[in-house]
């Protein structure tokens, strides 16, 4: 999956749903930016998750409590660190039919960015930031699939 000198870029995903991305059914994320990068990207969770108000308003109580159940499991999730890769295919506008968790009045003028061959990695402490990353090489050494 990961061939040498292919460039892979790096991004945030406030827990749980960097956890999300990690699940078998879950290759869809939707953001308010379209995006026109496609190719690998890190998946880092950052330091702070969402807390349970701002989940309940994001995805309403079932919803939410569906979500912190799949992804959490009996260990929690990690926190401030690179847990996953995968290559982003495409990027569209949001349509009613992409599963996600998040209520349907939130995905009015987001995109949904599809991706497809994400894998688990050891977990590699990262901070958060904002926007896209490249991935430097002394990160991508540390790249390893579980």
């Known amino acids: 999956m990961i061939q040498q000198g292919m460039p892979i870029k790096a991004l ?7 956890s999300l991305m ?4 879950n290759k869809v994320e939707t953001r308010t930016q379209r995006v026109n990068y496609r190719g690998l990207v890190l998946i880092v969770a950052t330091a702070s998750p969402y807390n349970d108000r701002q ?4 995805c309403g109580g079932e919803q939410a409590l569906q979500l912190e159940m799949k992804v959490s499991g009996h260990d929690g999730y990690m926190n401030g ?4 890769i995968g290559m982003l295919h495409d990027c569209t506008e949001s349509r009613d039919t992409d599963k996600t968790f998040i209520k349907p009045e939130h995905h009015a003028g987001r995109y949904a960015w599809r991706f497809g061959d994400v894998f688990a990695i050891r977990p590699i ?5 904002q926007g896209w990353r490249n991935v430097d090489d002394d990160v991508r050494s540390k790249i390893v699939l579980l």
Do not use: D, R, S
Request: hydrophobic fraction near 55%; proline fraction near 12%; include cysteine.
């Open 22 to 25: 990690l699940n078998p059914w």
């Open 125 to 129: 402490p990262m901070k958060g930031f």
């Open 81 to 84: 660190a690179a847990i996953g």
């Open 12 to 18: 945030c995903w406030k827990q749980p749903f960097a």
């Open 55 to 58: 989940l309940i308003e994001l």
